[in-house]
């Protein structure tokens, strides 16, 4: 059986249907086909794939270098390299299969009006929806100036709102002071999901040449390491979700199926997997399975109904006296 | 439609058949990998766990592939957190191992002279390239290497004698010298036989003692570290001989899917960033330098 035939599997994600709850995460797997080289890899063991984050025109990145590994986790800092966005609609779409999955486009720019013209573009194609990147910690004067302030992150909502009538997920920063009230901001502009949460800011220095290892000084940190925050930003954001049924695409270090049960049960509805990928590209069959194992050995038919299943008191101590 | 990339690159939990260590930290890995055996070319190179404790892959050029015995030779020098922590893995463990990865050298069959230059941890590709070429056949190729450390094989006086190349400088590769492919040594350490100076010095000296008929059929495949690659390039450019340069940067996924290993490369619409891991890792020496 593959996991496209396990119905208990398949969720509801803003009006679409998701095979599995794991997303691909954006920038994670360039447009969509770069792990099909991988022997065993599917596109069909995920409910969606979210494409390389798209500007309006084509950006070159930032100078490498642009990874480095840290503990429990690695730094990026790409810069939004892509080739812009009527490239994508007008080449690479065209390529891709979505019988096989949904494609969702990530969308950046550096002023409102880019975010909208870029919108304008992906609402007139074939991808099934468009996340909002207002989190790119990598770009100066891009994403996180708009993301690190609920007003601004508004403003890009609402303009991507008038620009398109398709599902928008708003991908939210973890580094500002208060994400649950940009979340609902970011609902009263006409968010229909979130991603929770985009990468946290950090550095790395090499002490021999007293200089930053990225090229970009600074860096997103994503993998293991950042899961506990993921966490908790992801089920503060549910608990102003749940009232309006809005989805989260829960994400950050998840790397095992216990990891995505664990998003699950703080409230989001889909669970994002980037950096175990870059770990171990065959997990996603693996994360569905031992999901798909929790649900039998725990009765629930359906894995919509572990969403936001978290204890609400601490439970009675195991032993009372 | 046809996506050809499909299915190209294999994950195998590899196990370790031996594990050699020599001075200046290089190791020999051999694994058994039979389906990135099957595919591996010269040029190309697997991503490997290095450690639980460090589950970022590291790239790791492919240095002997045997289709037959479904084992790939590697040649590394531990280096960082990672590569040091591979160094303790033993015979008999298994390791994950993505590939064969990249864009290796393309061979270039009208050039029957070709040079192949590897510095340090660039030597590796060098030897599977030497191994196709003979195999082969028709090529009269000439190796230079590299080290600042010791070379991880014993240095012997070379039974091929090669024209332009300095008297006293003999050193070669046995392994490579046993197939009948002529070879020589450059260090700054001042080992017996070797060059004292750059590979490029020994570079000059044998396309100097060509005619232009003979640099015609001459060929530059490199790869090594970055100021060397640029100073053979730079050889390339003056003599009117091609280059191949493989390249390295830090990298993530390996499969290019994050673009976390892009270098900066000139292309005819201008300059663009190229992913090391599938666009490469070996690429046109114009285009980079």
Known sequence: MTTKD??????????????TPLVLLSGCVGFGEE????????????????LKGTTLEARLGNAPHRVYETPGGMLNAIGLQNPGARYVVDTILPTLDFEETRFIANIAGSTVEEYAEVARIFDDSSVDAIEINISCPNVKAGGVAFGNDPEMSARVVEAVRRATTKPLITKLSPNQTDIAASASRCIEAGTDGFAVINTL?????????????????????????????????????????RPHGIPIIGQGGIASAQDALEFLIAGASAVGVGTALFYDPLICPKINAGIAEYLDRHKIPEVSQLVGSLATAPPAPACGN | MTKP??????????????HEHYAGDQHVLRLAAPGIAAKAGPGSFVHLTCDASRPLRRPISIMRSDRESGEVQLLYKAFGKGTHLLAERRVGERISTLGPIGNGFTVDRERKRPLLIGGGVGIPPMIFLAEEMRRTGGYEPLVLMGSEVPFPFRVRPSQILVPGIPDGVTGAMPLLDDWDIASRLCSLQGYAGCHEGFVTDLARHWLDAMDAAQRKQVAIYACGPHPMLE??????KNFGVTCQVSMEEFMACGVGGCAGCTIQVTTESGPAMKRVCVDGPVFDAESVF
Do not use: W
Request: hydrophobic share 45%.
């Open chain 1, 6 to 19: 396990d119905k208990m599997l398949s969720t509801e994600f803003c009006g679409m249907r998701f095979d």
């Open chain 1, 35 to 50: 792990y099909t080289r991988v022997e065993g890899f599917s596109n069909r063991d995920v409910g969606a794939v979210c």
């Open chain 1, 201 to 241: 800011m950090g550095m790395a220095i090499d002490i021999e040449q007293r200089a930053p290892i990225l090229g970009n000084r600074q860096g997103g940190l994503s993998g293991p390491a950042i899961k506990p925050v993921a966490l908790l930003k992801t089920h503060q954001v549910y608990q102003v979700c």
């Open chain 2, 5 to 18: 990339h499909r299915n190209t690159i294999f994950l195998e939990e590899a196990k370790i058949l031996a």
């Open chain 2, 231 to 236: 100073a053979i390039a730079g050889v390339a």
